[in-house]
């Protein structure tokens, strides 16, 4: 998760170089660059540092049961030992416990 989470921050580094260097007034889109890819927003944090983000679930119109239920499905039995809970674009769910991070 940390791996990817600095690839984005160098993509998005990379990508504001290059709108930069184009001339772009907006910022550059993959469509831009002839790319093509299934991306349609931003990741939503579901639970940071054990603490569940309540706005988020309701914007993805999300429940904690059934947040919970997802946690219990991967073995987790409390939100408390999650350092990070990401929904991403596609509606998979990304989790990063706290006990795996020593």
């Avoid at 580094?13 to 260097?21: A, I, K, V």
């Avoid at 831009?32 to 944090?45: H, K, R, V």
């Avoid at 073995?75 to 999650?82: D, F, L, M, T």
Wanted: net charge negative; aromatic share 10%; proline share 3%.
């Amino acid at each position: 998760l940390i791996r990817r989470h600095f690839r984005q921050i160098y993509l998005d580094y990379r990508l504001d170089w290059l709108t930069h260097q184009a001339g772009f007034n907006r910022p550059m889109r993959p469509s831009d660059l002839q790319l093509n890819t299934q991306y349609e927003g931003f990741p939503s944090i579901l639970i940071e540092d054990g603490n569940i983000v309540e706005e988020n679930l309701e914007e993805n119109k999300l429940t904690k049961e059934w947040l919970l239920d997802q946690l219990k499905g991967m073995g987790i039995e409390n939100e408390r030992h999650v350092f990070a809970a990401m929904l991403d674009t596609l509606g998979n769910l990304y989790v990063s416990r706290k006990d795996k991070l020593h």
